[in-house]
């Protein structure tokens, strides 16, 4: 499904953001990327869709070449990849209805945008998702008038609007207190494998990482120094991503006791209060 | 020991520094009003004429008073002309302002077309809407479409500068995230710039319309129409007491201009 | 579930606008159009004349060029003149404005006549434009630099009183208070409490408008009242274009000059 190939970004700072990655996800699973500040996280998801040019190396997206298209052709791309924010990015003094459906912009000509004129299998689905992200009758809500975690449930829904064949979240909870941030995480690992979309998902909490993710990837200095399953992060593991620290009480021990998916009902009971 | 003293701080700490300013301005006001003391810099003021300011002040107020409405109709006409210039040189301008204000704001264009727009904002904001007047008096004739023109291009840089400050200074995200979803320029304009920016616009807009409505009594004194013409004439005729009432009228409308834009302004959120 | 069923469960109408939000909307578009049309019709403007406009101004660029360099020796007099009118200007109105605007703020005027009085000198001095004022000035001083100056000061009192007034009413209370209690009187609470504070701003606006005198100074002389604007306007009558243009780069330059002057100082005071 996502195929990367030697990806390497120098910045015209002569900053080696990346220095050569290869990952390859061919399952509908999460992935999340742990490392520390500069290690290159937010540079390797804006290389994806290209936000920030790479300047080498090959990113495949099912079979497309993202790296070699057109300017045209790299926006249809885009609406193929959701893309999530940690400072959530809503247009603030647009409603969440206008803020789900900029997901389909992509798809309607600029006349219907301007008009707010969206097919109505779009606009159903729009009220679905709000109701799936725990939204429900919010979509007259201006996005300035909302509470962190409800800007991100709704950027969660504009990203999923697109029926993305991949999510591309950067920092998703990095902004949200500790208890909305587990409900975010929740809802967005749910909601991935649900529509079985992949997801890259980059995360500096390892503790939330190792809880939710099904795969992670450990970047430091701009090449990948671990890729394995949850379980298998150890204190050796951090130590080489991280450098050295006392990692004993980060690690957990059952990372199976997150429940991806299975305990709904407290799910709808977090997200109302969210 | 001897007795410590306290000197209150100044602005220029250096007391050379200080004093020399002071030296020197004392040094430029003698040089530029004493007539011909050094040639180039001195003024050429003729101060006996200027002495006899104050009894033709005198003699202009005393005919000045009391203010002559009689011409109310001549007056009416100016004033109307001054108002409908005023306000369809905002429309234009507000119209001609978004392209250039997109054009001049570096996160939405590549750099030639961002130098492009801030040249041209810097060279209708440097010269004076008077200069801008007289060339469209040159090429159009004397009336009002000159003085339209002028408030036009006079707004189009006021506006356009403020907007291309607004969109430099939108937080990047909210641009970044609906690149992201695969949107077009003009999409990016209607669904992240426009709604952020329609706000501060509109309340700028009509700030320029109360000074095109200032802006617009004198752009008629080079013959651009408008009160100003009215006022000129009334000048160079001597017709002191119907110039006085012209002045009070532009005052009032003015005050009214004013007023009229704080309260739209205050309703927009 | 069937497309039906999805429908049935989640609304497929949306509208941005309830059907009145959007009445008064298309009710304000036609509103301004109409007003903006209005305003040109009653204006009479003869639009034949855009026919051959960019005709007229490629002409007028066309002679324009190239500019007579050697005028340059004779406006170096006018332009020192101007930048004198702007500067001499703006000392008179630095002299005049700090008691109009002690007078104008709430909590240094005497009494409420006089700050009637204040608010009435600031709201005149900049209803008038500054070329206004030079029309009188010009009848009382006849033409020449004099009549500028005054008219310069005459605009400028009301735009720095203004904002050295509004910044007055914005100061610390409690030290003009501190002053008073030590049984100082009414000047000395002036000097010690209330100009200090305002010092900066007082610096700040005066540089600053003399950065916009400079630009006014520039047309002064279409109305007689001295600087570069005189030999412009009779260039222009004259059709000496190439001389013109010579003047606009100069004035281009002196503006720019006065810009930067401008900008740095109040970069430094503050």
Sequence with gaps: MLSITDLVKVYPSGERALGGVNLHIDQPQVVAVIGSSGAGKSTLIRCINRLVEPTSGRVLLKDTDVTTLSRRALRRARRRMGMIFQEYNLVERLTVMENVLSGRLGYVSSWQAYRRKYPPKDISRAFELLKRVGLDGYHNTRADALSGGQRQRVGIARALMQQPDLLLVDEPTASLDPKTARQIMRLLCELAHEQGTPAVVNIHDVHLAQGFADRIVGLADGVIAFDGAADELTPAVLNDIYGEEDWSKTIQKTPADQGKGKNRGTLERESAAG | ?269 | MTPEDHARKYPDVWKRFTPKETLVRYAWFIGIVFVAIWSLKRLEIPWFYFLDAHEQAADLVTRMVPPYWEFFTDITGPLIETIHIATLGTVITLLFALPIAFLAARNTTPNAATWFVGRFILVTSRSVNTVVWGLIFVAIFGPGPMAGIWSIAARSIGFVGKLIAESIEEIDRGTAEAIEATGASRLQVLMVGVIPQVLPVIYGTVVYRWDINIRESTVLGFVGAGGIGIILYSSINQFAWQEVSVMLIAVFGIVLISELVSATVRKRIT
């Design chain 2, 1 to 269: 020991m001897s007795a410590r003293v306290w000197r209150p701080p100044k602005l220029i700490v250096n007391p050379w520094v200080r004093y020399g300013l002071l030296f020197m301005v004392a040094v430029y006001l003698v040089c530029s009003l004493t007539p011909e003391l050094v040639p180039l810099v001195s003024l050429n003021i003729d101060w006996t004429r200027a002495g006899q300011g104050l009894p033709r002040a005198a003699d202009m107020f005393s005919r000045m008073f009391p203010p002559d409405f009689s011409r109310w109709e001549l007056l009416y006409k100016g004033v109307r002309e001054s108002v409908q210039m005023a306000l369809a040189a905002s429309f234009f301008g507000m119209l001609l302002s978004i392209p250039l204000g997109l054009i001049a704001a570096r996160n939405l264009v590549p750099l030639p077309v961002y130098l492009f727009g801030r040249a041209l904002l810097g060279i209708s904001r440097t010269f004076h809407e008077v200069i801008i007047a007289i060339f469209f008096v040159k090429i159009f004739g004397f009336g009002p479409l000159a003085g339209v023109l002028t408030l036009v291009v006079a707004s189009m840089s006021f506006i356009g500068k403020m907007l291309a400050e607004d969109i430099e200074n939108m937080p990047p995200g909210q641009l970044e995230a609906i690149k992201a979803t695969g949107a077009s320029f003009p999409k990016i304009l209607l669904y992240a710039v426009q709604p952020q920016m329609l706000p501060r616009y509109l309340g700028v807009s009509i700030y320029r319309l109360d000074a095109n409505i200032r802006h617009s009594t004198v752009v008629g004194i080079v013959g651009a129409g408008g009160v100003g013409q009215v006022l000129a004439a009334s000048f160079s005729r001597y017709d002191y007491d119907f110039s006085l009432a012209i002045l009070i009228t532009i005052v009032v409308l003015v005050f009214v201009g004013e007023f009229f834009s704080n309260w739209v302004r205050a309703r927009l959120r």
